[in-house]
């Protein structure tokens, strides 16, 4: 006959699977405790930190007159979910130019590589900046997102894409200086004008006309092929004198070919002194 169980005997199992179960949510308390400390995970698993999954922005966009000037820094995060180990991003850089219909992707130093993040760590922050941009030219990047178990397995991937760089063109800013008369030929009749006209602008401009009245009768418009910034150059005109009370205007770029700033200094007009006066001052621009 066996002896009866007594209650220590009878506790002896309870306590050691308390034993157990308690090593066993210790093991894995460390883990929980460590995303708890975060957030908490949504229905699709994505740890919630800052409300999304992933982020991806245009950091910062500086422009400028030059190529050396002008760059972008681009920035994305992502966040931890369960069973991740690490994480890992990579920057694709496109660019669109009035040439192309659309982005292109072009080549750049750092793109196109893994940026990988610590073990463990809930959120990861990765930075691709890209610098000598032309202009005028528009860029973003698309960013790759993966996440790896402790194998190195991938168990998430996605792509976002970033706002929009926008690289302007340096403009030029076209003004007339001065206009100033000399005796033309011949001299009783006849005057020669010289239109000073500048461009003050960051930019080159391009082909543009310069207009030009005596009393309200038109000259023919003078072409000037090209006025780098800082610069300027002086029309000729050769028309009928101009007497005292006659009216004379010049006017920089009338069919407006030029993309520039508003500036009213494009246009000046001025009652003729007397002979003895050779020389009207326009506005000085900006």
């Known amino acids: 006959m066996k002896p009866p169980?007594?209650?220590?005997?009878?506790?002896?199992?309870?306590?050691?699977?308390?034993?157990?179960?308690?090593?066993?949510?210790?093991?894995?308390?460390?883990?929980?405790?460590a995303y708890q400390r975060v957030g908490a995970f949504d229905r699709q698993g994505a740890l919630r930190l800052s409300g999304a999954l992933v982020t991806a922005s245009v950091a910062a966009c500086t422009t400028g007159s030059s190529d050396l000037q002008r760059a972008a820094t681009f920035s994305a995060q992502m966040n931890a979910v369960p069973g991740t180990r690490t994480m890992s991003m990579s920057f694709d850089l496109y660019e669109q130019t009035s040439a192309s219909s659309g982005y292109v992707a072009v080549n750049a130093p750092g793109f196109g590589l893994w940026q990988t993040s610590n073990r463990g760590i809930a959120s990861f922050t990765a930075?691709?900046?890209?610098?000598?941009?032309?202009?005028?030219?528009?860029?973003?990047?698309?960013?790759?997102?993966?996440?790896?178990?402790?194998?190195?397995?991938?168990?998430?991937r996605t792509d976002r894409v970033t706002a929009a760089c926008v690289e302007t063109a340096p403009e030029p800013d076209l003004f007339i200086v001065r206009i100033t008369r000399a005796p033309g030929s011949?001299?009783?009749?006849?005057?020669?004008?010289?239109?000073?006209?500048?461009?003050?602008?960051?930019?080159?401009?391009?082909?543009?006309?310069?207009?030009?009245?005596?009393?309200?009768?038109?000259?023919?418009?003078?072409?000037?092929?090209?006025?780098?910034?800082?610069?300027?150059?002086?029309?000729?005109?050769?028309?009928?004198?101009?007497?005292?009370?006659?009216?004379?205007?010049?006017?920089?770029?009338?069919?407006?070919?030029?993309?520039?700033?508003?500036?009213?200094?494009?246009?000046?007009?001025y009652t003729c002194p007397s002979p003895s006066g050779t020389t009207a001052s326009g506005a000085t621009g900006s």
């Not at 220590?8 to 308390?29: C, D, E, F, M």
């Not at 005028?136 to 996440?147: D, E, G, I, N, T």
């Open 186 to 269: 011949p001299p009783k009749t006849t005057m020669l004008y010289g239109v000073v006209v500048r461009n003050s602008g960051p930019g080159a401009a391009g082909a543009f006309e310069v207009a030009f009245s005596v009393n309200g009768t038109p000259l023919p418009d003078q072409q000037v092929t090209a006025l780098a910034p800082q610069t300027a150059t002086t029309v000729q005109f050769s028309g009928p004198r101009c007497t005292p009370g006659s009216t004379i205007t010049a006017q920089v770029d009338p069919a407006g070919a030029i993309t520039e700033p508003p500036d009213p200094s494009r246009t000046i007009a």
């Open 127 to 156: 930075n691709e900046n890209v610098v000598d941009l032309p202009a005028p030219a528009s860029f973003r990047a698309l960013v790759h997102y993966r996440w790896l178990d402790r194998h190195g397995r991938v168990i998430r």
């Open 5 to 33: 169980r007594t209650l220590v005997g009878l506790l002896i199992p309870i306590v050691v699977a308390a034993v157990v179960a308690s090593a066993a949510s210790a093991a894995t308390a460390p883990a929980r405790v």
